[in-house]
């Protein structure tokens, strides 16, 4: 094989090596070899070096020319190779149970600026230089640091060579259980130090993979409440969910249609067979013809509302349409509180009855709703919207007495009213919400970010085991209120799908591993 295409192997091996830290970064490749630069710009290559040439494609790199005397500590791995028989002693020795005294001092005395430290504590002419001698000293041959404790008890720590801290931090990280930032700091100090003992440990644990798949940070979530702000008018804005799915009734209804208005609060809940989106259109057909067209709609992103064929029929009625987040209920919480007061009605309802009779309670449990104080306005819907309190089936005899209860009201001071208790509850929810909250953290767009993960329990797996973030994924957009849009990168995006793109609150999202060496030196062997 030729020089040249070794040196394009060394540099394919690096890329693959440390794919998961360079990928959608902007980097460069230093080489010593100005041949590789033209494997960019040739018109005509060999097959074998045509493949890697596609490899590279996915990289987002500039390779650089470095002349070969300023890459010495490069050609120093291949040129000037250690003893066979002492590498195969640093690979298999356990650097926590060190009894080796001939290694110990080996491994430190090729540190350079630990020989010089062993240096200055041999000589002794040097005795003025108070800093290396109050806190390093020489036992059995070995160079250890001086650390006095809060007690003022002295300890010795066994100074680690660069060579080797990255050994050291793996066998107290990766062998021992994938402990945290303080549990691996801990069990390091009590034996080694180093210089920025704290900085190197801390950047090793946040750029481990398996950490980064398998675990959340803990703490309070980030973000804050963002309140959506309401119209003081009625059929402005429309909540819309689906709740299900319920036993087959004899009608074929499977799930409920919830459609509520976030002024009145009026619901309007309609049993469906399906989640398709024409059923869905047809229910907000029936709905429009009723009370009108809204200026915007919210819902989450079920399939039924993000087909094309609910966004055309939105956009044909001049309607906004507003999709939450992904996983993130509060955004639509209207709806997400009311199927669970549904739910309990529903299963109050038909107590002793057929379950298939479910839909059949549907009617009452609406007018029952519409037609009770809600905590949020301090009037029941009905009132709101109609101005007077609607009579009930269940009214019976009693129409008389409740007609004469129930008297028109002036709708102008229902709304102030409303409005101002909105306005306060609002305040209120927000004010208990952020309690447990921290301040977001801030991305830009080209971020590498991993994603918190909707786990659902397999069969035969553990939902407790099972991986709990997934990425890297990239920002792609930057949103209002604390929310991001996500785009595929080459290592998530699946061959032959399309770019997944997705909406994603702060608090479902966390930084990509924090490795942020931007140069790939490489040399062949």
Known sequence: MHSYELETLAVISALTRFRVYVLGKTFRVVTDCAAIRSTMTKRDLIPRVARWYILMQEYDFVVEHRDGNKMSHVDALSRNPIETDVITETKVIDVLKIDDDAWLQTVQEQDSELQRIINILNDPETKDIVDIHSNYTIKNGRLYRVITDRNGETNLKWVVPKSVRWQIVRMNHDDVGHFGFDKTYSKISQVYWFKKMRRFIKKYCESCLNCAHNKLPTGSKQGFLHPIPKVSKPFDTLHTDHCGPFPMSKKKNVHILVIIDAFTKFIFIKPVKNLKSSTTV????????????????????????????????????GVKHVLNAVASPRANGQCERYNRTIIDALTSAIHGKAENLWDTAIPQVQWSINNTINKGTGHTPSEMLFGVQTTGVSDGIMNEIVSEIHEPVDRVEVYDDATVRIASNQEKQKEYFDKKRKIATQYKIGDLVRVEKEIRTEVGHSRKLLPKCVGPYRISKVLDNDRYEIEDTPITKKEGCKIYRATYAVDKLYPWLVFSNDVISSDSE
């Open 282 to 317: 047809q229910v907000f057909n029936e709905y429009f013809s009723i009370f009108g067209v809204p200026r915007r709609v919210i819902s989450d992103r079920g399939t039924s509302f993000t087909s094309k064929e609910f966004e055309d029929f939105l956009l044909e009625k």
